[in-house]
């Protein structure tokens, strides 16, 4: 059966819709406002008396093309969402009700701080929990996402090793790692030089010994790995990292993994940052907002950036001014104001509500989840490495050899079977990486219909002739496969009126 | 716990398919000693309801906005946002999506951030603008960045008119980076000298307008001597609010633009989370940081929306990507283009000049008090005024009296005397005629 055409373009449910600029009616808006008060204009020659060229639409469009394009997303809410490293847990609803409350959300930074105690102890209460759940001596809140948490762990780091007068160039990073990790050490001034993994998807130990010495300044490991593993010998690390006198910075992208089970100060980190859009539960909003507090030991604590909350008597102050007072060997600022404080709410409101018994029950469910994909897929797919895997598993693809068809058509075909696609090709050091990872907020029965959508396709590919078909796939979402070439070789980047258009307005 | 679905039963069954005896045999890699010595001393599970009551009285002991005339700006500022905007931004199609990695179900995501792209270069005036960084702060320390790489030299020059939290999130960004960042000393009563300061060992000179103390600026004439010196000009903007009615910097020549979102996307939130917006030319664009939406074409001939240039990206680029930016402020952007897309050109003018009408109106009533004196003679809907004393504690006894009226310069700039008698104060359309009255009332009485 094949589609019917449409004459609206239209197919069901599934409803085109128009760059807004092309829906403009010239004055309509959807906003009244009041009249001007009298006043005496001073913006002078300042003023701009030219067309800005936004498109005018009332509220009723508006509204309407929002929820049309909000339709053509798949979402948590919506499916199954195992994108690998990603923890895509739900998002509770109470979270965005309390981030919403007058007296944390219609706050200004710079209100007298007589008047933001509330917000103060907000920001302190968060702090506590961070810093109580991975037993870290501090943490540095305003770090906006993962990416800048690393940034300021290694400026903590490079700040100690300043401060003592050792100037260590180089940053080691396993091939595993997110691509953050050696952005974030360039970003930093050093050199990355790469850590091999051994056969079974870990740091190889004895090559990292064998690396360390006087011009290390830091290794940067995420635990668990990007394979889904936990780097057992992760003690054995660290203090072969400090006897080399280098610092340990752990990649906290995995910590759902082991939240409410251990502490990170036992495992002699140094610093690690905290997605709260991740294990933390706050919505990742299409790519973002975030926020990456920093946890760090005692001895990088004196270096964190500004600003942060003290506790004076019975109340709250802000150190807002690196090189004074608590803030006299802070390195400096690394954000506007005082950090995400929103997304501290919903994490706040999250956090207290699992409680320390729910967070080791949801990291439990979480690997429970992932062990359950990796061995019931396993009837079909080829794991990367036995397990038992943390809160994620990775797949290779040597069940496809042979068989034309690839990671990116599975993942592909995976979006007509109504589920987002694990993340693909990551770690790059697993060929054709299918990398899942299912977090505890999935039921055993929406597992169970993924396992079987999964199962299906491998057996499909498998049993030959379906090359085509999978390269053909997604055919029943709202965009088949896109031309990426096409839109990076000549890129348009931006909506600009018709050549007929611009002169016509031109004329007017 | 009400947000974990698997049943006991259920655990049961998935181990037994493990072939596991419990849940902790599958933690088996998890060192035993730090298995054995963790605690945590945090209380356990809480009710929905018990949450909203402990989070409440957080929220009590503020005093927010909606119960006090308040006159606060300084990069983060209160506007209305409409009721629609809310509703849209929390669709779970938008919120709870990821980064559109996967563009064929990602549409919706993808041509909001294509449509905010538009929106942010026409507002400022220039061709490209990226998906949005983290916030206006990040976003003049990534144009600086930026600049090094695009004239391969290591100093900028940021202006003393510059947000301190800007200038101060680039230099410590640019420390680490050996660029020697020279910011000039803050001085909001005299004109800087900037043009005989260009020289081309500079990557770029950092200005903005309206400035941190509200004064407004036409940068063509610096711009010019910036292109002959081969230095970008980097122009910051206050509230984007003012671009609805001020000459946009790129028409003055500007090579990067950058701002803060948040003043059209929603609350002030204490500050956060905001939305970096950030445009430039398009023959600068691969050295862009960020993510970016590019037009393209399916399979069927249909248009659509990929995440491109990809290459100048962590994920691909690694140590050698022009940012190590990853989660941006995506839904943050959805608002703030949700609402230039409920004013359009109309509404989005008619904001502006509200908005400095009302500045106005705020200006003329404190400059009739006794020894205030507003200093900027062109401003938008900020400005700072000079008070015949300490402006932090008239701060606070204005504050006392259920008024926020205002920010103490010294704030930002505890070592120079010579600003602790500034107030830096804002109008919006939220203010009214009313609100204004009281600030003034009561600046007369703190002052008498």
Known sequence: MTKPTTASGHAGLQLEQALIFEQDTPGATAVDLPDLPDHID??????????????????????????????????????????????????????????????????????????????????????????????????????????????????????????????????????????????????????????????????????????????????????????????????????????????????????????????????????????????????????????????????????????????????????????????????????????????????????????????????????????????????????????????????????????????????????????????????????????????????????????????????????????????????????????????????????????????????? | MRYLPLTQDNRTEMLAAIGAKNVDELFCDLPKSALASAKFNLPNTQSEMSVERDLGKMAAKNLNCGQAPSFLGAGNYRHHTPASLDYIIQRGEFLTAYTPYQPEISQGTLQAIYEFQTQVALMTGMEVANASMYDGATACSEAVAMACRVTKRTRALISGKVHPHYADVTSTSMKFLNVDVDCLAPDPFNVEDLIGRVDSSLACVVVQTPSFFGHLSNFTALAEACRSAGVLLVVCVSDPVSLGALIPPGRMGADIVVADGQSLAGPMGFGGPGVGLFATREKYVRQMPGRLAGETTDEDGRRGWVLTLSTREQHIRREKATSNICTNSGLIALAFSVHMTLLGEAGFKRLAKLNHAMAAVLARKLASVKDVRVLPSNYFNEFVVELPKDAAEVAEQLAARGILGGIPVSRFYPTYPELTDLLLVTATETNTMEDIDAFTGALKEVLS
């Open chain 1, 42 to 508: 001073t913006m002078g020659e300042f003023e701009n008396k030219d067309a800005i060229g936004l498109p005018g639409l009332s509220e009723p469009e508006v509204v309407r093309h929002y929820t049309r394009l909000s339709q053509k997303n798949y979402s948590i809410d919506s499916g199954f969402y195992p994108l690998g490293s990603c923890t895509m847990k739900h998002n509770p609803r109470l979270n965005e009700k309390m981030a919403r409350l007058p007296g944390l959300a219609d706050i200004h930074p710079f209100q007298p701080v007589s008047t933001v105690q509330g917000a103060l102890e907000l920001i302190d209460t968060c702090a506590h929990w961070l810093t109580e759940l991975t037993g870290m001596a501090a943490v540095a809140m305003s770090p906006a996402a993962g990416a800048h948490g690393e940034l300021c762990g290694l400026m903590c780091i490079k700040s100690a090793h300043d401060a003592a007068g050792s100037s260590r160039s180089i940053v080691l990073v396993p091939d595993s790692a997110h691509g953050t990790n050696p952005a974030t050490a360039a970003l930093c001034g050093y050199t990355v030089e790469s850590i091999p993994a051994n056969a079974e998807g870990r740091v190889d130990l004895g090559a990292l010994k064998s690396r360390l010495g006087p011009d290390i300044a830091a290794v940067m490991i995420t635990n668990p790995n990007t394979c889904g593993l936990f780097e057992r010998e992760c003690i054995e690390i660290a203090d072969a990292v400090h006897e080399a006198g280098a610092y340990f910075y752990m990649d906290g992208a995995n910590f759902n993994a082991i939240v409410g089970r251990l502490r990170l100060s036992d495992l002699g980190v140094d610093a690690m940052h905290i997605n709260l859009h991740k294990t933390f539960s706050t919505p990742h909003g299409g790519g973002g907002p975030g926020a990456g507090p920093t946890v760090i030991s005692k001895a990088l604590a004196p270096f964190a950036p500004v600003p942060f909350v003290v506790r004076k008597g019975d109340g709250y102050e802000v150190e807002e001014h690196a090189g004074f007072g608590a803030a006299k060997q802070s390195y400096g600022r690394m954000k506007g104001f005082h950090g995400q404080f929103g997304v501290f709410v919903r994490a706040l409101s999250y956090m207290m509500s699992m409680g320390v018994d729910g967070l080791k029950q949801a990291s439990g469910d979480a690997v429970l989840n992932a062990n359950y994909l990796l061995a019931r897929l396993s009837a079909e797919l080829t794991p990367a490495y036995p397990g038992p895997c943390m809160h994620e598993a990775v797949f290779d693809d040597r069940f496809l050899k042979g068989t034309g068809v690839t990671t990116l058509d599975i993942a592909k075909a995976l979006i007509d079977e109504g589920f987002h696609p694990p993340t693909m090709y990551f770690p790059l050091v697993v060929h054709g990486a299918l990398l899942m990872e299912p977090t505890e907020t999935e039921s055993k029965a929406a597992l169970d219909q993924f396992i079987e959508s999964m199962l299906h396709l491998a057996r499909k590919a498998k049993a030959g002739d379906a090359a085509e078909a999978f390269k053909a796939a997604p055919q029943l979402a709202p965009r088949r496969r896109l031309d990426e070439t096409k839109a990076a070789r000549k890129p348009i980047l931006r909506w600009k009126p018709s050549e007929d258009a611009a002169a016509r307005q031109a004329a007017e």
